[in-house]
């Protein structure tokens, strides 16, 4: 029975010291506060590239060059490259340029010399149509070497004009010629 007495002592003294520190200094124990915040992201559509319009120069002589500009609607290559039209949106672009077109018939494999120049190109961030530059591209751009352009304009919409330039041979075999031209395009975050 004294153990009991002695624990009631102290449990009685316990309370009346948590009640004074209450009681003393309640401002200690109000100063807290706890807020919640969240991260929040939208992660936007990715780029879309497409080509618009082949890189087309037609019927050609054998030993006379010919040339395609890029202000050429009709036959000039056209590439589209469609994203969001926001802050940090700068486009990274990169042809992979052929250095031949071939002729693919197995009796006839040959091949026709194909050079862009470093003016071959003009990048149209403006609401041009799709078939000519609107007035504030670039005009006049190396192929080999794109600058990194913003997405602009209404329509969030990127368009690059191609021309070229094709040397047959005087004895170039007859047929038809091809090649892939490839665009690569990605956000810089810039």
Same mark, same amino acid.
């Given at each position: 029975?004294?153990?009991?007495?002695?624990?009631?002592?102290? #449990?009685?003294? *316990?309370?009346?010291?948590?009640? $004074?520190?209450?009681?003393? %200094?309640?401002? @200690?124990?109000?100063?807290?506060?706890?807020?919640?915040?969240?991260?929040?992201?939208?992660?936007?559509? %990715?780029?879309?590239?497409?080509?618009?319009?082949?890189?087309?120069?037609?019927?050609?002589?054998?030993?006379?060059?010919?040339?395609?500009? =890029?202000?050429?609607?009709?036959?000039?290559?056209?590439?589209?490259?469609?994203?969001? #039209?926001?802050?940090?949106?700068?486009? #990274?672009?990169?042809?992979?340029?052929?250095?031949?077109?071939?002729? #693919?018939?197995?009796?006839?494999?040959? =091949?026709?010399?194909?050079?862009?120049?470093?003016? @071959?190109?003009?990048?149209?961030?403006?609401?041009?149509?799709?078939?000519?530059?609107?007035?504030?591209?670039?005009?006049?751009?190396? +192929? @080999?070497?794109? +600058?990194?352009?913003?997405?602009?304009?209404?329509?969030?919409?990127? =368009?690059?004009?191609?021309?070229? *330039?094709?040397?047959?041979?005087?004895?170039?075999?007859?047929?038809?010629? *091809?090649?892939?031209?490839? $665009?690569?395009?990605?956000?810089?975050?810039?």
């Amino acid at each position: 029975m004294h153990d009991c007495s002695k624990i009631g002592k102290f #449990s009685g003294f *316990s309370l009346l010291l948590v009640f $004074l520190l209450i009681s003393v %200094s309640p401002t @200690h124990l109000l100063a807290q506060d706890v807020a919640v915040g969240q991260a929040l992201a939208t992660v936007l559509a %990715s780029l879309s590239v497409s080509a618009v319009q082949d890189l087309d120069f037609g019927n050609i002589l054998q030993g006379v060059t010919e040339t395609v500009t =890029r202000t050429d609607g009709v036959r000039a290559g056209i590439f589209q490259i469609v994203g969001e #039209s926001v802050t940090n949106s700068e486009v #990274s672009m990169h042809f992979q340029l052929p250095d031949y077109l071939w002729n #693919s018939t197995p009796a006839s494999q040959d =091949r026709l010399v194909i050079y862009f120049q470093n003016t @071959h190109c003009t990048i149209d961030t403006t609401n041009g149509t799709p078939l000519a530059p609107g007035g504030g591209a670039l005009v006049g751009e190396n +192929p @080999h070497s794109l +600058p990194d352009t913003g997405i602009g304009g209404t329509d969030g919409v990127i =368009r690059i004009y191609l021309g070229g *330039s094709v040397y047959p041979s005087v004895d170039q075999r007859a047929g038809a010629y *091809s090649a892939d031209i490839i $665009l690569t395009a990605a956000y810089t975050g810039d």
